[in-house]
T-cell receptor
Framework: LAKTTQPISMDSYEGQEVNITCSHNNIATNDYITWYQQFPSQGPRFIIQGYKTKVTNEVASLFIPADRKSSTLSLPRVSLSDTAVYYCLVGDPRYNTDKLIFGTGTRLQVFP | GAGVSQSPRYKVAKRGQDVALRCDPISGHVSLFWYQQALGQGPEFLTYFQNEAQLDKSGLPSDRFFAERPEGSVSTLKIQRTQQEDSAVYLC????????????????FGPGTRLTVL
């Protein structure tokens, strides 16, 4: 499984766009990039997944360059409720038996 | 229920006591995972079930940890002779477990059980 590296923490203010970058230099051909979000006292929650280029959903956008050695999670106009830990994971989604490998994540603090 | 539920939400045990943590996965989900999350760290895999079969228990830290899912739905994680280093949040997750599919088997997590061993 590819190792990921992401910043330990980030601060932002309400209404700003937040970009969290994750490095995964050893990503394999069949690997997808997945981001989970975890609020205090809750389990992680899937937010977005992509393979290449750009993916957007109602929560976030995920930008993946052509070499796929990094990815950027973009949260538009954050609010206080976006304060959470964000985890970047890399793996092959074909294998439903595949355990998720979390790093320490990026702790995002949004201030008013 | 609408999501994965776990009970109890909080458990305090004296060192040496046995504890049992319960997980109710989403109905119909084939796959069930247990994770351990220490304070300030990401979740770490403990064990995996496909229906009632425990297919991977490589993450269980010692033989004091035991998990079961006898009827392929509810699962119990048991920790015998608890130690202070067992203090953590124990998370359960379930997924549809679609075999051989390119569809992502999203894991849905419960709120966790916070275990404190005194």
């Amino acid at each position: 499984l590819a190792k990921t590296t992401q910043p330990i923490s980030m601060d932002s203010y309400e209404g700003q766009e937040v970009n969290i970058t994750c490095s995964h230099n050893n990503i394999a051909t069949n690997d997808y990039i997945t981001w989970y979000q975890q609020f205090p006292s809750q389990g992680p929650r899937f937010i977005i997944q992509g393979y290449k280029t750009k993916v957007t959903n109602e929560v976030a956008s995920l930008f993946i360059p052509a070499d796929r050695k990094s990815s950027t999670l973009s949260l538009p106009r954050v609010s206080l409720s976006d304060t959470a830990v964000y985890y970047c994971l890399v793996g092959d989604p074909r294998y439903n038996t595949d355990k998720l490998i979390f790093g320490t994540g990026t702790r995002l603090q949004v201030f008013p | 229920g609408a999501g994965v539920s776990q009970s109890p939400r909080y458990k305090v045990a004296k060192r040496g006591q046995d504890v049992a943590l319960r997980c109710d996965p989403i109905s119909g989900h084939v796959s069930l995972f247990w994770y351990q999350q220490a304070l300030g760290q990401g979740p770490e895999f403990l064990t995996y079930f496909q229906n009632e079969a425990q297919l991977d228990k490589s993450g269980l830290p010692s033989d004091r940890f035991f998990a079961e899912r006898p009827e392929g739905s509810v699962s119990t994680l048991k920790i015998q002779r608890t130690q202070q280093e067992d203090s953590a949040v124990y998370l359960c997750a379930s997924s549809l477990g679609l075999a051989g599919s390119w569809s992502y088997n999203e894991q849905f997590f419960g709120p966790g059980t916070r275990l404190t061993v005194l």
